[in-house]
């Protein structure tokens, strides 16, 4: 691979996909951090140490990381959302010091996901249940919601998912499955600022030429980068990374970013 040489990283504030975390997505993040000072917000209820919210929804995640990017006390930065994290960031208000926004696989409503209607009813079906019985400690570790819920896996053989039942809160699980798959339209109102779409037209979870034409149609500083990394891979390696976004697509970044730094 051919260098890539930056003058001066840029901070980038990154919030993750659902349901992972900073200690899943690690490798995603370590490939970032040759170009950027990364800086992941890990939302209540996904790690074990962070506190889950009361009220789960959009607003309150949103509310959340916003008190978070305070802490950081950066001059400026741009911010970054994985798939559902992007919903989450584009609901922030405070973005004095935000020179634009990374919308990496963005979750946009219920109605962009790939996925059909008799599952995504069953899904729900399956949530309500859960949480109609208060039961969302008892069956966080059962074979069945690790097979119809969890990508399909199991954790005796899968570490991310091993992981992610250890350190994520179950309630917080089902109740933001339940925004995700029940939400038709997410208030989505592109902010002001330059937009990074990072997508893969082949992305086998959401509708990926749907998202392309609403950004290409509402956001008049946008640039497009095609990967072909999956939505949920199996292995999440720096490495994995690097073969999936091309270096000319890592300058095209870089080049847009540097415009507005």
Partial sequence: MTKIIIPKKPNLVIIHSFPTNSVILKGFYDFLSEFFNVYPIDLPGFLKKI???????????????????????????WIGGVSFGFAVVNLIKDHKKCRGVFAIEPYL???????????????????RTVGAFNAFYKVWHSAFIQQY?????????????????????????????????????VDCVFLPRPYVLVINKEDGSIRAD?????FANEVDDLVIIHTSAEHYPKTITEEYFRKRIKPEEVTKILDFVNKFQ
């Fill in 51 to 77: 506190k889950p919210l009361k009220t789960i929804n959009f607003s309150n995640y949103a509310r959340y990381v916003e008190r978070e990017i305070k802490k950081l006390d950066l001059e400026n930065y």
């Fill in 210 to 214: 749907k998202i392309i034409s609403r």
């Fill in 149 to 185: 819920l969890l990508f399909g896996s199991s954790a005796r053989f899968d570490k991310k998912i091993k992981s992610l039942l250890d350190e994520m809160d179950a309630r917080t699980f089902f109740q933001t499955a339940k925004l995700l798959l029940h939400n038709r339209a």
């Fill in 109 to 127: 409503g219920s109605e962009n996901l790939n996925i059909p209607l008799y599952k995504r009813l069953l899904f729900l079906l399956i949530i």
